[in-house]
């Protein structure tokens, strides 16, 4: 079955300091790997994924991710974080041509600080 | 566009009683798609449509939980009778055919928060 880990449940950061979002992955096959970000009382918004190619992707403000093979991982990075980063992050995996289902991690509070 | 809708926003009911969830695909979406959002459990898929048609309920908790879509702009998820532990926020989300899909990119709504007393 495949799965999708977020280790941290929180995550601080200064602003103006880079942050990482930690993300493992667990599929028999090649996966297609997603961030999302939840905003308070929002629901969640598409962010970056990786279907195949560069295994550094950019997305929505600023943010990047690193698919790394060897280590099932998909760790969202930023190089320097804002106030109003702070939120939800959410990574997700999916197999194409085994499921249309998209599977979410726990999700990681990233709280950046002032 | 108006992104998906979702109806209500809140509802506060007390144990036993039906609640409904409603869910506004945006237009031309072949997927919908209900998770359920809590605490304990994070982010859980329910069950998913394609072309209207439910392809996999494999996620929805018992038989207390239902969920239709007669048409391609409208679904329902219903509980009845509605329990304590069912209170969490419910999202509906929607994406295009399978090249939509193929990316992931799915688009939610602000989701229900239901509070059963």
């Known amino acids: 079955a495949q799965s999708v880990a977020q280790p941290e449940d929180q995550v601080n950061v200064a602003e103006g300091n880079p942050l990482t979002v930690k993300c493992t992955y667990s599929?028999?096959?090649?996966?297609?790997l997603f961030w999302y970000v939840q905003y308070p009382n929002r629901g969640l918004q598409f962010l970056l994924k990786?279907?195949?190619?560069?295994?550094l992707v950019k997305g929505s403000y600023g943010f990047e991710a690193e698919f790394n093979k060897s280590q099932t991982s998909f760790h969202l990075k930023k190089p320097s974080a804002l106030v109003s980063d702070s939120a939800l992050y959410f990574c997700?995996?999916?197999?194409?041509?085994?499921?249309?289902?998209?599977?979410f991690g726990t999700g990681t509070r990233l709280q950046v600080f002032p | 566009d108006a992104g998906v809708i979702q109806s209500p926003r809140h509802e506060v009911t007390e144990m036993g009683q039906e609640v409904t969830l409603r869910c506004k695909p945006i237009?031309?979406?072949?997927?919908l798609f209900w998770y359920r959002q809590t605490m304990m459990r994070g982010l859980e898929l329910l069950i998913y449509?394609?072309?209207?048609?439910?392809?996999?309920d494999s996620g929805m908790p018992e038989d207390r939980f239902s969920a239709k879509m007669p048409n391609a702009s409208f679904s329902t998820l219903k509980i009845q009778p509605s329990e304590p532990r069912d209170s969490a926020v419910y999202f509906c989300?929607?994406?295009?055919?399978?090249?939509?899909?193929?990316?992931?990119?799915?688009?939610f709504g602000e989701g229900s928060r239901l509070t059963v007393l």
């Open positions: 989300a929607s994406t295009p055919g399978a090249g939509g899909l193929n990316t992931g990119e799915l688009f």
């Open positions: 599929v028999s096959g090649n996966p297609y």
């Open positions: 990786y279907i195949t190619g560069d295994n």
């Open positions: 997700a995996v999916r197999v194409p041509y085994n499921t249309d289902k998209l599977i």
């Open positions: 237009s031309g979406h072949d997927y």
């Open positions: 449509f394609n072309n209207n048609v439910p392809i996999d």
